[in-house]
């Protein structure tokens, strides 16, 4: 079945230092949508990418989307104390009609000293 | 806010037992999905419904069912728990998913299970 890879795992940066995380598909993708999930709550929807090569930007923070639309990325400039949380992608698939599947990574938590 | 109710927020059962969790899409949403989040497993989607009907499986165990009733609001029954079973459970919803449209999900609260 479709898989989504996310990485780094974990990443402990130093507050303004930047961060990335990335996505891979196993297969081709409708969208890909971004999460963030904070320490003890739920996963808050960020932003969705549809288009191939699609770029973008929330603030400090930059989506990116791949050309063959199997890949991610979020970026974000100058970390600040307020951005830690658990960062998820999640790949949506067209599985047939009118249906769409939505696969997560298993999230990047990051984590950010002041 | 997000718009998605899940109830109850905290269950704390014994093993061999039964539950029931219940969740209730925003208004308008069509879609239910169920994920598993554990310390070590993140996000597992459980299953989907739209409209009543069951869409798409994941990592559902057989002792785990769920329906979408046809006020939309869904349930997932744990059956036959197990230690394992302890974790959080989200319910989200989305919009009526059609090719260009926003298919975002929303996510409820959770319930958290502990199992004992």
Not at chain 1, 81 to 95: K, L
Not at chain 2, 95 to 102: A, H, I, S
């Amino acid at each position: 079945g479709q898989q989504v890879m996310q990485i780094p795992q974990y990443q402990h940066v130093q507050e303004g230092e930047d961060f990335t995380t990335y996505c891979n598909s196993s297969t081709t993708l409708s969208n890909i949508q971004w999460y963030k999930q904070r320490p003890g709550g739920h996963p808050v929807f960020l932003i969705q990418l549809v288009k191939s090569g699609e770029v973008k930007k929330q603030k400090r923070l930059t989506f990116q989307f791949g050309e063959a639309k199997k890949n991610s990325s979020l970026h974000i400039t100058a970390t600040q104390t307020t951005d830690v949380g658990t960062y998820f992608c999640a790949g949506m698939r067209n599985s047939g009609g009118s249906n769409y599947k939505l696969t997560f990574g298993k999230g990047t938590l990051l984590t950010v000293n002041p | 806010d997000s718009g998605v109710t899940q109830t109850p927020k905290h269950l704390i059962t014994a093993t061999g037992q039964r539950v029931t969790l219940r969740c209730s899409p925003r208004s308008g949403d069509l879609s239910v999905y169920w994920y598993q989040q554990s310390l070590d497993q993140g996000l597992q989607f459980l299953i989907q419904y739209y409209n009543g009907e069951e869409r798409a499986k994941g990592n559902i165990l057989e002792r785990f069912s769920a329906q979408q009733f046809p006020d939309l609001h869904s349930e997932l029954n744990l059956s036959s728990l197990e230690l394992g079973d302890s974790a959080l459970y989200f319910c989200a919803s989305s919009p009526r998913t059609l090719v260009g449209t926003n298919t975002e999900a929303f996510f409820g609260q959770g319930t958290r299970l502990t199992v004992v």
